[in-house]
């Protein structure tokens, strides 16, 4: 059993802490929702009244939280009371350049980071099975698997700066995101052409133009009027503002990513940032077919 602190307890951070709770370790978590601290507590961790009391005297902290501020933030109000040679493990979407930061400042505190992002969604949450995209030291990933194993079926060490992980999880969001408009846009097309969705998107889901959408968000989401796969437009679009923060930071401006940032942005303000980010089919058919 290992000691651990978890800070955020949203929609993907709820699921992980209750799956690390169920594996068989002493969890304590925080987060500013009180709800969402009782529920994961009525299940058997210990409630913490504030970031620093959750960490105090664990042996790894995690975070996953909305943005990088939050974290950078939440590392300002822990730092003080983290344990010699503990590790920090970094969830959220976040920046490399962040990530590598709150690194560089807790090395000088004994305290060992990885920057380790996850993608499978909230199912994936909730049932255990998500992709844990790792960057540090590789000895601390190691050590980090049996936790892993918690919460992700496949775990990947993507390199020796904390902001690797980070760095590849931009990139494969940017390639869910592109997805998921240009499936859309495929789709209303047919559709105004008279096809049937429904084959159109079975066709594209065995043929050259599978991707996630194809075989997930628009047969199920969609075309099914669910629109809820548990991701908001709002973090859509700040995962685009990062991957352009992201691609400057490398000179290297992305031209595709700024036209789909845009298109993120104006289906955003039109349908709000609680839409489920599936609606952005809705806000490209207004536009199409008008």
Request: aromatic letters at 6%.
């Amino acid at each position: 059993m290992t000691s651990l602190g978890f800070i955020g307890l949203g929609s993907m951070g709820g699921p992980m802490a209750r799956n690390l709770l169920a594996a068989g370790h002493d969890v304590t978590v925080y987060d500013i929702d009180d709800t969402a601290v009782e529920a994961v507590a009525d299940e058997g961790a210990t409630a913490a009244t504030s970031s620093a009391d959750a960490v105090t005297g664990a042996e790894v902290v995690f975070l996953s939280l909305p943005t990088p501020g939050i974290v950078e933030s939440t590392v300002d109000e822990i730092e003080a009371v983290l344990e010699e040679g503990s590790i920090l493990v970094d969830l959220t979407t976040s920046t490399p350049a962040t990530t590598n930061e709150i690194a560089n400042r807790l090395t000088e505190r004994g305290v060992d980071v990885l920057g380790a992002p996850v993608s499978g969604g909230v199912s994936g949450a909730e049932d255990g099975t998500l992709s844990i995209i790792a960057g540090g030291d590789e000895a601390v990933f190691e050590a980090c698997k049996p936790l892993f194993e918690a919460i992700g079926t496949d775990f990947f060490h993507v390199g020796d700066a904390p902001g690797h992980g980070h760095a590849v999880k931009l990139l494969n969001n940017y390639l869910s995101n592109i997805a998921l408009l240009a499936t859309s846009e495929a789709v209303i097309l047919g559709d105004a052409a008279g096809l049937d969705r429904q084959q159109l998107v079975d066709i594209f889901s065995v043929s050259t133009g599978r991707n996630s959408s194809t075989e997930d968000k628009i047969p199920n989401q969609v075309l099914t009027g669910e629109y809820d796969v548990g991701f908001k437009l709002g973090l859509m679009n700040k995962d685009m503002r990062l991957l352009s923060e992201f691609a400057d930071d490398q000179d290297a401006p992305l031209l595709v990513g700024r036209v789909a940032r845009d298109l993120v942005g104006y289906a955003r303000t039109t349908k709000g940032d609680d839409a489920d980010m599936t609606r952005i089919y809705e806000f490209l058919e207004d536009v199409m077919i008008s």
